[in-house]
């Protein structure tokens, strides 16, 4: 059996740091896995973190081809809405996400992390996430209301054993900057349509009154009666001047994510999310996050 990263579920961390690195030069796809591999220092219980490694689906293809999901592909190009609505792509070639309780941790083994891997990959792109009143994003929102239990999340965001890329998920990371001055401009009952949940207590709202371009209308996707899920796990991030909202969703196919963009652009029908009139992509990319047991197989023997 398979055994996914258990980081995709550690929920509780309040400190976060997400790092995408790009190749440093042109390295062979396996050197980059092997590297990612045999990072057994950081994964030590004791320091009390939680990571999480994606790969650009093609690097991860290169090397691993018997274990690359059929659907796994990079942000290549930028997603435009009907009405010019642009969300860009930003791909990388590596994603870690180190979590855990306090920033102090997180910021040693993510140093660690990029001193390991500096002979192939050099960091493009870092944030520093946080915990905003336990569960809520900087909208003042509960955010994850609507998220598959943890005893429903792997059977979401795992791919199941026997096909390709068992025990790993399909990821999407975007960051996304709010308009705090709007938003706090705009009374809470219309706040609540945009999102379509009350603010204080996450009660959806009725179908008959729910709007069209609500958040909660956009993303919800429906195929055949039935609804796909995503499991997210959204983190807070920046200063007071600047802030947003990591977004990072898993399942266990690309599909459902990016048709949950698509409807949140307007593409198909021309309704665009409420929400993205308060909050701006400034990045894209989707990472195949392997089974740590496959992973497993390209670490050299420890010590
Ligand atoms: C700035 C970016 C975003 C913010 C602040 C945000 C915030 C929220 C909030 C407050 C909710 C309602 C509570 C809940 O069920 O969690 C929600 C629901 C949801 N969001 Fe987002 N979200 C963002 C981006 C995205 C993106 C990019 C996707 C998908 C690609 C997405 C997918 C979903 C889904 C699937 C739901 C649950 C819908 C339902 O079935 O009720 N969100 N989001």
């Given at each position: 059996m398979s055994t996914p990263q258990m980081g995709i579920f550690s929920l509780g961390d309040g400190s976060h740091s997400f790092i995408e690195f790009a190749l440093r030069g042109s390295p062979p796809a396996n050197d980059v896995v092997v590297a990612v591999a045999s990072m057994h220092d950081q994964r030590k219980t004791t320091d009390a973190v939680n990571l999480v490694v994606g790969f650009r689906p093609e690097l991860w293809r290169a090397a691993a081809p018997a274990d690359a999901p059929a659907d796994a592909v990079s942000f290549d190009r930028a997603l435009v809405g009907p009405d010019g609505y642009s969300m860009p792509a930003t791909q990388a070639d590596l994603f870690v996400w180190t979590a855990g309780p306090s920033y102090d941790v997180v910021f040693d083994i993510a140093t660690a992390i990029i001193g390991h891997l500096a002979k192939v990959v050099v960091p493009v792109r870092e944030v520093a996430g946080w915990t905003y009143r336990v569960n809520r994003d900087l909208t003042g929102f509960e955010d994850g209301t609507e998220n598959p239990s943890l005893e429903e999340a792997p059977g979401i965001a795992i791919i199941p054993d026997g096909q390709?890329?068992?025990?790993?998920?399909?990821?999407?990371?975007?960051?996304?900057?709010?308009?705090?001055?709007?938003?706090?401009?705009?009374?809470?009952?219309?706040?609540?349509?945009?999102?379509?949940?009350?603010?204080?207590?996450?009660?959806?709202?009725?179908?008959?009154?729910?709007?069209?371009?609500?958040?909660?209308?956009?993303?919800?996707?429906?195929?055949?009666?039935?609804?796909?899920?995503?499991?997210?796990?959204?983190?807070?991030?920046?200063?007071?001047?600047?802030?947003?909202?990591?977004?990072?969703?898993?399942?266990?196919?690309?599909d459902p994510l990016q048709r949950m963009l698509e409807r949140m652009a307007g593409i198909g029908d021309g309704v665009r999310d409420a929400l993205t009139r308060f909050v701006t992509p400034l990045t894209g990319a989707y990472y195949f996050v392997p089974a740590l047991s496959t992973l497993a197989r390209f670490a050299p023997p420890a010590d």
């Open positions: 390709p890329g068992a025990g790993g998920s399909i990821l999407l990371f975007q960051q996304w900057r709010h308009k705090t001055d709007d938003w706090r401009a705009t009374p809470v009952a219309q706040q609540e349509r945009v999102i379509g949940r009350t603010k204080s207590d996450s009660i959806e709202f009725d179908a008959s009154v729910m709007p069209a371009n609500s958040h909660v209308s956009r993303t919800t996707v429906d195929e055949n009666g039935q609804e796909r899920k995503i499991f997210r796990r959204n983190t807070p991030y920046g200063t007071v001047g600047d802030h947003g909202t990591m977004f990072v969703g898993f399942a266990n196919t690309r």
